[in-house]
Structure formats: structure tokens, C-alpha cells
């Protein structure tokens, strides 16, 4: 597994956690102020296309790299 991926996981574990539990985490005395949530999410969709350029293309699926037009008279 790629180090993207991983931290790919471990920001869905935390919007996960962000969404069931909240933003913040208090424990005795002490509060732990988790991320914004835009943020995370931002890193995710980054992390995401870096995963998909580690894999590469996928067979069978075209490359929309370039398009060609042609155009008839």
C-alpha cells in the first residue's frame, strides 16, 4: 500500500469520526480541536487523484487526455 493511500484512510477515518462525533474531543481536562471539516475534505479529493495516478490507467478505459475533432464542410 502507497503512503497516499494510507493517509487517504486516515483521512476518511477522520471525516468519519468528525461526522458521527463532532469537531471536538474533550477528555478530562484536556480538548482536542479536530480539523475543519472543509479541510479534510479538500485533502481527500487531493489525496484521491494522487492515488488514482499511482494506478495508473485502467484497461479498457479511454484516455481523456486529448480529443480529436473533426470538422466536414
Known amino acids: ?3 497516499a493511500q494510507e493517509r487517504l484512510d486516515l483521512y476518511l477515518a477522520a471525516e468519519a469520526r468528525i ?3 463532532g469537531f471536538s474531543v474533550q477528555l478530562d481536562v484536556r480538548r482536542r480541536q479536530e480539523a475543519e471539516l472543509a479541510e479534510i475534505r479538500k485533502a481527500i479529493a487531493s489525496l484521491q487523484r494522487e492515488v488514482a495516478a499511482e494506478q495508473g490507467p485502467r484497461p479498457g478505459r ?3 487526455r486529448y480529443v480529436t475533432t473533426v470538422f466536414n464542410r
Open 1 to 3: 500500500m502507497s503512503t
Open 19 to 21: 461526522l458521527t462525533a
Open 62 to 64: 479511454g484516455s481523456l
